[in-house]
C-alpha cells in the first residue's frame, strides 16, 4: 500500500524565516506534485516534479525530488503572511495511471 | 474557459437519501477524479475515469458510483447517504499527455449528511 507521508503537520512560523516541509513515499514513483489549499478553497497546483535531482522554484518557494530516498522537500524562503495555507505533496499510486495519493498536508501559518 | 464545474457547492442530506454531485469539464481532458477531503485531512480518491465508458474504483469507493457517459461529465452518485460521507468531494481532471501538468480541481461541494 502506497503510503504518502508529510512531516510537519502543523507549522507556525515568523515573517522572513526559512523552513522546510518533507514528503516521504513508500514506493518508487518517479513524479511528484504539490498544491496549496487555501481555507475553504479548491487545490491549486505548485510543482510538477518529473525526475531524480528535479528542482524547481517559484517566488520564495522551492520543491526538489529525490526518488532514490523517495523524499520531496518543499522550501520556504523568508516567509510571507500570503504564504499562510495548507500544502499538499501528491503521488502517483502506480507510476503512469496519473491516480495520485495524497499526503495529510502541512497545514502553514506565517505570523507577521 | 470555466475548467472544472461542480453542482452544488453546498447540500444536506438526510441519511438514507440519494443524490448526485456533478461535475463537467470543457477543456477536453480525458482523466477525470472524484476525491474526497474529510475535515483536518489529505484527499482519498473515490473513482477514476480513463475516458468515456471508462471507470475504475480508487481507494475508498463503498457507497458510491459513477458513470461517464461522455467526455465532459463524470457524476458521483450516493446511494444511501451515511454520516461518514460527510465531507467535502472535489471533482478533478487532467489530460494524458498533459497529466504531467498536474489535475485542474472544481472548486468542491461541501456535504453534511445527518
Known amino acids: 500500500e502506497l503510503k504518502v507521508e508529510q512531516n510537519p503537520l502543523f507549522l507556525s512560523m515568523q515573517e522572513g524565516k526559512n523552513y522546510t516541509i518533507y514528503c516521504n513515499y513508500s514506493t518508487t514513483s518517479d513524479r511528484l506534485y504539490w498544491y496549496r489549499q487555501d481555507p475553504g478553497k479548491s487545490l491549486e497546483s505548485l510543482f510538477v516534479l518529473l525526475s531524480n535531482g528535479a528542482v524547481k522554484q517559484e517566488g520564495r518557494l522551492m520543491a526538489s525530488l529525490d526518488t532514490k530516498a523517495r523524499l520531496s522537500t518543499l522550501h520556504i524562503t523568508a516567509a510571507v503572511h500570503d504564504l499562510s495555507a495548507t500544502y499538499f505533496c501528491a503521488v502517483d499510486l502506480t507510476s503512469g495511471t496519473y491516480k495520485y495519493i495524497f499526503g495529510t498536508g502541512t497545514r502553514l501559518k506565517v505570523l507577521a | 474557459n470555466a475548467g472544472v464545474t461542480q453542482t452544488p457547492k453546498f447540500r444536506i442530506l438526510k441519511i438514507g437519501q440519494s443524490m448526485t454531485l456533478q461535475c463537467t469539464q470543457d477543456?477536453?481532458?480525458?482523466?477525470m477524479y472524484w476525491y474526497r477531503q474529510d475535515p483536518g485531512m489529505g484527499l482519498k480518491l473515490i473513482y477514476y475515469s480513463v475516458g468515456a465508458g471508462i471507470t475504475d474504483k480508487g481507494e475508498v469507493p463503498n457507497g458510491y458510483n459513477v458513470s461517464r457517459s461522455t467526455t465532459e461529465d463524470f457524476p458521483l452518485r450516493l446511494e444511501l447517504a451515511a454520516p461518514s460521507q460527510t465531507s467535502v468531494y472535489f471533482c478533478a481532471s487532467s489530460f494524458l499527455l498533459d497529466g504531467f501538468y498536474g489535475y485542474t480541481f472544481g472548486s468542491g461541494t461541501r456535504l453534511t449528511v445527518v
Open positions: 477543456m477536453n481532458h480525458n482523466y
